[in-house]
């Protein structure tokens, strides 16, 4: 069993949608939970983290964990032709400094 | 601040030849990670460097792999000889301290690696 798994998408919404993209994970040792942002032909960028379990706002990202099912989601609101990415989750826990990714949903915001 | 930059962006090489991939962090960064992605999978951790040290090579695939960073600057990841599998994305990050949980890491941009 993978320790993260996120669906691959591709994921397509209208511009003004709302987005919710979601991973599972499998260690109950992960405290912190990443969103990395993506675009083709860069490197990821932290868009945004959460410590445990709860509710994290900023702009128009909500990310949300549930560590009683091992269940991390991130919401966009008004979303937009530039939110076109990939989107990985990571989630992080642990004696470690590596960064365990789920593979990616790849969105695409058409205008 | 200049960002972690990679050289070259995009190589295509011979199965059995040898490149060299390089990772400039940015300055002051003492941590210098490096992963990969290849096709169709999840980013993977290869090994982290603290200064010239290297933290942990868990991540590495086989000894056809070899990462430096002599002088705790800019860093090099060698495959010697390459093979098929090897082809994919190579990310660089870099951070300022030992910042657990990845959320102060700076990605380069990547080395698109492709072995036929």
């Known amino acids: 069993q993978k320790e993260v798994e996120q669906d691959p998408g591709p994921l397509s919404v209208p511009e003004g949608a709302i987005v919710s993209l979601n991973c599972t994970y499998s260690?109950?040792?992960?405290?912190?939970f990443m969103w990395y942002r993506q675009y083709s032909r860069k490197g990821p960028e932290l868009l945004m983290y959460?410590?445990?379990?709860g509710n994290k706002e900023d702009g128009r990202f909500t990310a949300q964990v549930d560590k009683s099912s091992k269940y991390i989601s991130l919401f966009i609101r008004d979303s937009q032709p530039s939110d076109s990415a990939t989107y990985l989750c990571a989630p992080w826990g642990g004696a470690t400094n590596k960064l365990i990714f789920g593979t990616g949903t790849l969105l695409a915001v058409q205008p | 601040e200049a960002g972690v930059t990679q050289f070259p962006s995009h190589s295509v090489i011979e199965k059995g030849q040898t490149v060299t991939l390089r990772c400039d962090p940015i300055?002051?960064?003492?941590?210098l990670y490096w992963y990969r992605r290849v096709m169709g999978k999840e980013i993977k951790f290869l090994l982290h460097f603290v200064k010239e040290s290297k933290q942990d090579e868990s991540g590495m695939p086989n000894n056809r792999f070899l990462a430096e960073r002599t002088g705790g600057t800019y860093s090099t990841l060698k495959v010697q000889p390459a093979e098929l599998e090897d082809s994919g994305v190579y990310f660089c990050?870099?951070?300022?301290?030992?910042?657990?949980?990845?959320?102060?890491?700076?990605f380069g941009s990547g080395t698109r690696l492709t072995v036929v």
């Open positions: 300055s002051g960064h003492d941590n």
């Open positions: 990050a870099s951070s300022q301290a030992t910042i657990r949980g990845g959320y102060g890491y700076t």
């Open positions: 959460t410590y445990s379990s």
């Open positions: 260690n109950s040792a992960f405290q912190y």
